[in-house]
C-alpha cells in the first residue's frame, strides 16, 4: 500500500537524489526490485530503536531527511538517534516535538484507505499524486479464461498474521476450491498455497484435504520467491494480509475477503479487484481473536466466493 507513495516521492525530486528504504528483513526482496529505490537497509527481527539507529549510521551514506510512513513512535525516535536532521510524517503517538515537519492528520470520517494516508504524506511533501493509475501501474482488466487453456492457476492465502479474527474457515477454502474445478470443469484448476513460515501447518492440511493436484508453497519461499510465483497465477484468493496487497501490487486479480477489518481502510485497490464481506453488527471490531460466533466470516459460503471467482475468470 506504500509503494504508489514511494514512486510519487521518487518522480518529485532531483535525479542525483537517492531513496533508501528503511524495512523488516523478510521485505528486502519486495523493495530491491522496486526500480524507485537506490538501496535497502534490513532490520533483522524486533530491535530496539538505538540498534536500528546504529544500523542506519554505519551505511556508507549520509540522510537529509527521513519520512516516517509508520506512526509509531519508535519510527521516529530511530531517525532522530540516528542523526538525521530534518524527519517528516504525521504526528502520530507523542512524536510532534521530533518531526521538523508535521503532516496534517486526514479527516477521521470518511475512513481513508492507508494507500491514500501515505499518498497524503507524499502530497504534502510536494510530490505530485494526481495521476493514481500511473502510481498505482494499474493493469489492464483480465482476460476471459478460455476453453483451449490447459491449466488455471489460483493462487490462495488461507492465513494472516494479525490473527485468528481475519481467518475464513479452512474448510470452506476447500470447498470453494472444490465449486470452482466444478464451474472450470473444462480446465486443469492448480490451487498455489502460499503462506508465511508460521502458517506451513494451514498449508499442509489444506493440501491434504483437497483432491487433485495442489502446489503448497505454504511457509517454503521468501518475499523475492513469493512474488515471482504469484506472478504465475490467473488470480489470488487471500484473506486481508500481506499476501492479498502484494498480489494486487504485482497486477494480479485478487478476491479479498473481510470480516474483522475494514476494506474502506485496507481493500486491494484496483477495478480488477473484488472484495466479499458479509458485514456483522460487530464489525469491524480489528480483534486478533473473535470473542463470539465468528459471524463475520462463518456468513461467506464458499458457493459465494467460488461464483465471484468463476465471475471473473469466464
Request: charged share 20%.
Amino acid at each position: 500500500m506504500s509503494i504508489p507513495a514511494i514512486r510519487a516521492i521518487r518522480a518529485s525530486l532531483p535525479d542525483h537524489v537517492e531513496l533508501t528504504i528503511l524495512c523488516r528483513e523478510n521485505l528486502r526482496p519486495l523493495w530491491s526490485r522496486q526500480p524507485e529505490i537506490g538501496e535497502v537497509i534490513a532490520i533483522p527481527g524486533r530491535q530496539k530503536p538505538h540498534v536500528v539507529a546504529g544500523l542506519i549510521r554505519s551505511q556508507q551514506q549520509s540522510y537529509e531527511a527521513a519520512i516516517l510512513l509508520p506512526n509509531s513512535t519508535s519510527s521516529a525516535l530511530e531517525m532522530v538517534m540516528a542523526g538525521i536532521p530534518a524527519v517528516y510524517g504525521y504526528a502520530g503517538h507523542l512524536r510532534k516535538i521530533w518531526l521538523k515537519g508535521v503532516v496534517p492528520a486526514p479527516p477521521s470520517e470518511p475512513p481513508m484507505h492507508h494507500l491514500e494516508r501515505y499518498l497524503r504524506i507524499a502530497e504534502h511533501l510536494g510530490a505530485d499524486v494526481s495521476d493514481r493509475d500511473k502510481l498505482l501501474l494499474v493493469s489492464q482488466p483480465p482476460q476471459p479464461i478460455v476453453a483451449s487453456m490447459r491449466e488455471v492457476r489460483i493462487g490462495i492465502c488461507p492465513g494472516a498474521e494479525y490473527g485468528e479474527a481475519k481467518r475464513w474457515p479452512l474448510e470452506r477454502f476447500r470447498d470453494m476450491i472444490g465449486l470452482v474445478r466444478e464451474g472450470l470443469s473444462g480446465q486443469e484448476v492448480t490451487p498455489v498455497i502460499v503462506g508465511s513460515p508460521a502458517e506451513r501447518g494451514l498449508g499442509e492440511q489444506l493440501e491434504e484435504w483437497v483432491d487433485g493436484p495442489v502446489e503448497n508453497l505454504a511457509g517454503k519461499t521468501t518475499v523475492g520467491e513469493l512474488v515471482d510465483k504469484l506472478k504465475t497465477c490467473h488470480l489470488v484468493i487471500s484473506n486481508d494480509t500481506g499476501t492479498m496487497h502484494l498480489a494486487a501490487a504485482l497486477g494480479v486479480p485478487t478476491v479479498g475477503i473481510f470480516g474483522s477489518t475494514d476494506p474502506n481502510l485496507s481493500s486491494p485497490v484496483g477495478d480488477q479487484h473484488r472484495i466479499i464481506l458479509e458485514k456483522a453488527d460487530c464489525s469491524p471490531c480489528f480483534k486478533r481473536d473473535c470473542p463470539i460466533d465468528f459471524r463475520c466470516m462463518t456468513s461467506i459460503s464458499p458457493q459465494q466466493v467460488a461464483g465471484e471467482v468463476l465471475k471473473m475468470l469466464v
